[in-house]
């Protein structure tokens, strides 16, 4: 938002200096200046349509307009010299470059960033996409299907001197499913409170569900959060470092998108990835969201990052 606000400003500036009207005497002078100043109005005007593309890829009806319109011509005072208006342009033409040249070094930044996190985070997916078949692919149907007030039947271990029996079951806790006219909201706090429960094997399914069926839901965010907390207590970093990852690269305005930063960058500590890589994730959830994050994130930030030995 701050970028376009920038460039809002510089669309006045732009539209503003090409309606000054500029002397006779002055128009003359513009082979001596070398380029003229409206050789340089003009050059602005292109490289602003080049950032407004960049920030605006999508195209039609997306370009930042003048807010103002240009002042009405006014006669000068008789007396004044015509080099003084020359000199005015020349200025107002300079700052106008020099803002110009700033917000287009943003928007690089930031495309660099992002590239940079989307680069490392595909290289994580297509190593652990293998991992997440095996998975799913090794969930046995019954499991799958059993109540959750039910027991779960623990593996079966042989006697001595006799055929195998089974051990004493273990029994589940009762997680209730709420019941009202938001299915969104009752599959995530149900997968909420299968997550407590440690009943992780049934709360990633609910979750996931919730992201899949209802992706512009607010609880969208928080599942596809928690489904990377259920999945990093399950002991696989690898696989919640991607639900982290697309959490923040899916919807980075969710509320759950600076969290899902923050345990993105401990997923990669479990997985022992180089502390370069985790201070990249703490600098962007600084840069990002800096002005968001609760005071107790902020202290859980500064922890991460001495103990990253982050610059």
Known sequence: MRLIGKMALLGTAVAALTSVAVPATAQTSRGAAGGGIEGRVDRLEREMRAVQRKVFPGGAGQTVEPQITAPERQT???????????????????????QLSQITGEV?????????????????????????????????????????????????RPAVGGPATPAPATPAVAVDRPKSEDPAEDGYVYGYRLWQAKQYDKAIPELRTVVQKYPKHRRASYSQNLLGRVLLDQGKPALAATAFFESYQKMPNGERAPD??????????????????????????NQVYGDRISDAMKKDVATGRAASKCK
Do not use: H, I, W
């Open 108 to 156: 690089e930044q930031s495309q660099y960033r992002l590239r940079q996190l989307e680069e490392a985070f595909n290289a994580y997916r297509r190593s652990t996409d293998a991992r997440l078949k095996a998975v799913e692919a090794g969930a046995a149907p019954a499991e799958d299907d059993a109540p959750v007030t039910g027991t779960r039947p623990a593996p079966t």
């Open 260 to 285: 899902s930063l923050y345990y993105l960058a401990q997923s990669l500590v479990k997985m022992k990835k180089p502390a370069s890589e985790v201070c990249k994730v703490y600098d962007e959830l």
């Open 76 to 98: 000068g005072a008789p007396g004044l010299p015509a080099t003084s208006a020359v000199a005015d342009l020349n200025a107002r033409v300079s700052a106008v470059e020099s």
